[in-house]
């Protein structure tokens, strides 16, 4: 007896995975994601955050050419926003104390005169 095999039909995307669908529409196969989530967006007027290492555990290193004056805020899945104080090194390079953040995806932030620059980053231990 021979049988069907479904055919790809599409791919559908989730937060953590790809998942191909079959012609038939059964999941032939669940693909965990790489990357779930934007790494960077710059506003018109910016030039963008970078933030490494990406997932953090403890601390999160943050570089950027915008005004080094403004507002560093982190929001996580929830919407939940929080005020952060990054400790400046030298040429607009900062570190950010991750440690007391749960596991998980988060927003950064950063409101400067010149613009808004949202990047995401991860804290995984």
């Known amino acids: 007896e021979t049988g069907t095999t479904a055919r790809l039909h599409a791919l559908a995307m989730s937060e953590d995975a790809v998942i191909a669908i079959g012609n038939d529409g059964t999941i032939l196969r669940r693909y965990p994601a790489i990357s779930g989530f934007i790494t960077g967006v710059q506003e018109p007027g910016t030039a963008g955050v970078v933030a490494y290492p990406n997932p953090a555990a403890d ?11 403004g507002a560093w805020k982190v929001i996580d899945m929830l919407g939940k926003r ?7 090194l030298a040429n607009g390079t ?3 104390d991750v440690a007391g953040l749960p596991n998980g ?16 980053f991860m804290v995984a231990r």
Request: hydrophobic share 40%; no cysteine; charged share 20%.
């Open 94 to 96: 900062f570190t950010l």
């Open 59 to 69: 601390v999160l290193t943050l570089r950027t050419r915008t005004s080094p004056i």
């Open 105 to 120: 995806r988060y927003i950064l932030e950063y409101v400067a005169a010149d613009g808004v620059v949202r990047t995401s």
């Open 82 to 88: 929080s005020e952060m104080r990054p400790v400046p």
